[in-house]
């Protein structure tokens, strides 16, 4: 009876402990095929201000940055002598970065043939204009600030 004992008691000892090897999981595997699932060309949270931080739908929110940052840039450029300078210019498309520090960049994109010769001087007067532009915060991709860049046109002349 003691050796029946035992011997249950071993034999269930040795069924129920996992010594047989483990299935390892490979991290990179694991991490690539995560990093394969997520979409890079979309972002959870678009760029925002404070005054949009508080709209709730996501679409609204993304609306009211892009009026928000097109009415600042126009802003800044009206009181400028950009319309005088470059009397043909009616509208500007600018490239907007936005970094996950929150720094912002806007440079001019799609310049005419008129415009190319004074690129630099259209580079200069963007940069000088709007050196004190507002607090941004960035894009968010699972939690984590993200850069973007998007095409915006700025109107400079109304008529």
């Known amino acids: 009876m003691r050796y029946l004992c035992l011997t249950i008691f071993l034999v269930s000892l040795l ?5 047989r090897d483990k299935v390892k999981v490979n991290e990179e595997l694991l ?14 949270a678009y760029p925002s201000v ?3 931080d508080s709209l709730l739908d996501e679409t609204e929110r993304r609306a009211c940055f892009f009026d928000f940052i097109s009415t600042y840039i ?22 907007v970065t936005v970094f996950p520090d929150s720094r ?4 001019p994109t799609k310049t005419s043939d008129s415009l190319r010769f004074n690129a630099e001087k259209l ?14 915060n960035p894009a968010l ?9 998007f095409i915006l046109p700025v109107i400079l002349k109304v008529d």
Do not use: H, Y
């Open 15 to 19: 069924t129920s402990c996992q010594w």
């Open 31 to 44: 991490l690539q095929e995560e990093l394969n699932k997520i979409d890079w060309t979309q972002v959870d």
């Open 50 to 52: 404070d005054q949009c």
């Open 74 to 95: 126009q802003s800044k450029l009206e009181t400028d002598t950009l319309v005088s300078v470059f009397p043909t210019i009616d509208t500007l498309e600018v490239m």
């Open 104 to 107: 912002i960049t806007i440079e």
């Open 123 to 136: 580079d200069s007067i963007l940069k000088i204009r709007l050196q004190d532009f507002p607090a941004i």
């Open 141 to 149: 991709k699972r939690g984590v600030p993200v850069k973007t860049q």
